[in-house]
């Protein structure tokens, strides 16, 4: 318990990294498949191997420097995507509290809603105060429904693939929830 | 206070934080140290992709090993010809950068590219970037110390005041936003423009110079009841295939 954070030190340091490579690869290939996204999926099997708050922090790391490679101000995605996964963390823990092919569809599911909803909202609100950035509008609606058509069936996917090599990732497995204390 | 909005407040203010002590610089090093790492990752995945493997220059060097001596000789004195041609287009502009493109941006929502560039090297933002001889791809989005994000021409939320080659050297408006294709909007009805026309930058916008090439018509849209027509450009420049760019500062 001592080296927990050493350990998310450690698994962060070496994930975020790799997440990107292969997230700037996915961004190359042809519309629709454009639209995976890698960290969504990376959060969602996180949230339901570790089931804990640490993925929210795992989250801040990832977002903060997938922010270094995008075009909006510096914090839009960083918000943006800490807030949904804090959301969501709430969001398995009160109300999906299982686990299986169908909360590895919602987890993802609603990663994508939330993050999808507060950047948009966040756009909005920057467009108000400065002219680099503007409103998506219709184009951020046909990347969300993309996003989510592509990426909840590639998470359910490697949620099946990885469920049969890890444990804890198993229907059958039981966990303490710290909802009720 | 419950544990939950406890934790919510300090997740709030850490945020805060990055992004306050990144705005003030005091994170810069911590930055580059990490990116020293990242950049590398992204510029390999960049460089390892098709999108890469498609490039005018990565084709030409692929080829160049595979052929015989004198076909290897014909293509460099091509690529020599052209590698003069955007010098003497670049000698004309007062400075330029010349940048390696290393990925894309990691938002599918935008249609943007990394370059390994940056404030360092004098790039500030909206300044024009350029491939081949002249060939306008798009303006500087966001600059980093040694790199930059640049806003493609196709991005829903790039606009480049343009003029079209005609008799009337008609003004208008160059947005993005429609997949590959660009449009060139607020034309005067009354201007004739019609398919092959060539379209280029107009120099009425601050630092983006007059004549860099954006692309010919395609389509003419008119509609009678309407104060202006509109034009579906092709962009000259391959926006899908870019290794080597240039910055006009």
């Given at each position: 318990?001592?080296?927990?954070?050493?350990?998310?030190?450690?698994?962060?340091?070496?994930?975020?990294?790799?997440?990107?490579?292969?997230?700037?690869?996915?961004?190359?290939?042809?519309?629709?498949?454009?639209?995976?996204?890698?960290?969504?999926?990376?959060?969602?099997?996180?949230?339901?191997?570790?089931?804990?708050?640490?993925?929210?922090?795992?989250?801040?790391?990832?977002?903060?420097?997938?922010?270094?490679?995008?075009?909006?101000?510096?914090g839009l995605v960083l918000y943006a995507g800490t807030l949904a996964m804090l959301v969501v963390i709430w969001l398995y823990r009160a109300v999906i509290t299982n686990q299986g092919v169908l909360a590895a569809a919602l987890v993802a599911f609603t990663i994508t809603s939330f993050f999808q909803l507060f950047y948009a909202l966040g756009r909005a609100g920057l467009s108000l105060v400065t002219d680099?950035?503007?409103?998506?509008?219709?184009?951020?609606?046909?990347?969300?429904?993309?996003?989510?058509?592509?990426?909840?069936?590639?998470?359910?996917?490697?949620?099946?693939?990885?469920?049969?090599?890890?444990?804890?990732?198993?229907?059958?497995?039981?966990?303490?929830?710290?909802?009720?204390? | 206070?419950?544990?939950?909005?406890?934790?919510?407040?300090?997740?709030?203010?850490?945020?805060?934080?990055?992004?306050?002590?990144?705005?003030?610089?005091?994170?810069?090093?911590?930055?580059?140290?990490?990116?020293?790492?990242?950049?590398?990752?992204?510029?390999?995945?960049?460089?390892?992709?098709?999108?890469?493997?498609?490039?005018?220059?990565?084709?030409?060097?692929?080829?160049?090993?595979?052929?015989?001596?004198?076909?290897?000789?014909?293509?460099?004195?091509?690529?020599?010809?052209?590698?003069r041609e955007q010098l003497f287009f670049l000698k004309d502009t007062a400075r330029h950068v010349g940048a390696q493109v290393i990925g894309r941006d990691l938002d599918p929502l935008g249609t943007t590219i990394i370059i390994d560039q940056g404030a360092a090297a004098g790039i500030t933002v909206n300044r024009p970037v350029i491939v081949g001889n002249g060939l306008f791809i798009g303006k500087v989005?966001?600059?980093?110390?040694?790199?930059?994000?640049?806003?493609?021409?196709?991005?829903?939320?790039?606009?480049?005041?343009?003029?079209?080659?005609?008799?009337?050297?008609?003004?208008?408006?160059?947005?993005?936003?429609?997949?590959?294709?660009?449009?060139?909007?607020?034309?005067?009805?009354?201007?004739?423009?019609?398919?092959?026309?060539?379209?280029?930058?107009?120099?009425?916008?601050?630092?983006?110079?007059?004549?860099?090439?954006?692309?010919?018509?395609?389509?003419?849209?008119?509609?009678?009841?309407?104060?202006?027509?509109?034009?579906?450009?092709?962009?000259?420049?391959?926006?899908?295939?870019?290794?080597?760019?240039?910055?006009?500062?």
């Amino acid at each position: 318990m001592k080296y927990r954070w050493l350990l998310f030190i450690f698994v962060a340091a070496l994930s975020v990294p790799l997440i990107l490579g292969l997230q700037s690869i996915l961004v190359l290939l042809p519309a629709p498949f454009n639209n995976i996204s890698l960290p969504v999926i990376a959060l969602s099997l996180g949230l339901l191997i570790w089931k804990s708050g640490v993925i929210v922090w795992y989250a801040a790391a990832l977002f903060a420097m997938l922010d270094w490679y995008t075009a909006t101000p510096y914090g839009l995605v960083l918000y943006a995507g800490t807030l949904a996964m804090l959301v969501v963390i709430w969001l398995y823990r009160a109300v999906i509290t299982n686990q299986g092919v169908l909360a590895a569809a919602l987890v993802a599911f609603t990663i994508t809603s939330f993050f999808q909803l507060f950047y948009a909202l966040g756009r909005a609100g920057l467009s108000l105060v400065t002219d680099t950035v503007v409103f998506p509008g219709a184009a951020w609606l046909s990347t969300y429904v993309a996003q989510v058509l592509i990426t909840v069936p590639v998470t359910v996917l490697l949620y099946v693939v990885l469920a049969r090599l890890i444990p804890v990732l198993k229907v059958t497995h039981t966990h303490r929830s710290t909802l009720y204390g | 206070m419950s544990k939950t909005v406890r934790t919510t407040l300090l997740i709030i203010g850490v945020l805060g934080l990055i992004v306050g002590l990144r705005l003030a610089g005091y994170t810069r090093f911590l930055e580059q140290a990490a990116r020293a790492v990242t950049d590398r990752i992204v510029r390999a995945a960049y460089q390892t992709s098709g999108a890469a493997a498609k490039s005018q220059a990565l084709r030409a060097i692929e080829t160049a090993q595979c052929l015989p001596e004198d076909t290897k000789i014909r293509l460099l004195e091509d690529e020599n010809a052209a590698l003069r041609e955007q010098l003497f287009f670049l000698k004309d502009t007062a400075r330029h950068v010349g940048a390696q493109v290393i990925g894309r941006d990691l938002d599918p929502l935008g249609t943007t590219i990394i370059i390994d560039q940056g404030a360092a090297a004098g790039i500030t933002v909206n300044r024009p970037v350029i491939v081949g001889n002249g060939l306008f791809i798009g303006k500087v989005a966001r600059v980093n110390e040694t790199t930059a994000v640049v806003r493609l021409l196709s991005d829903f939320q790039s606009s480049v005041a343009a003029t079209v080659a005609n008799r009337e050297k008609s003004l208008g408006v160059v947005e993005g936003g429609f997949g590959l294709t660009v449009r060139l909007n607020l034309i005067p009805q009354n201007e004739l423009i019609k398919p092959g026309d060539a379209v280029i930058t107009s120099g009425l916008e601050a630092g983006i110079p007059r004549g860099l090439m954006i692309g010919t018509v395609e389509v003419v849209e008119k509609k009678p009841q309407e104060p202006f027509q509109e034009a579906i450009l092709n962009p000259t420049a391959d926006l899908e295939a870019l290794s080597v760019v240039s910055v006009i500062l």
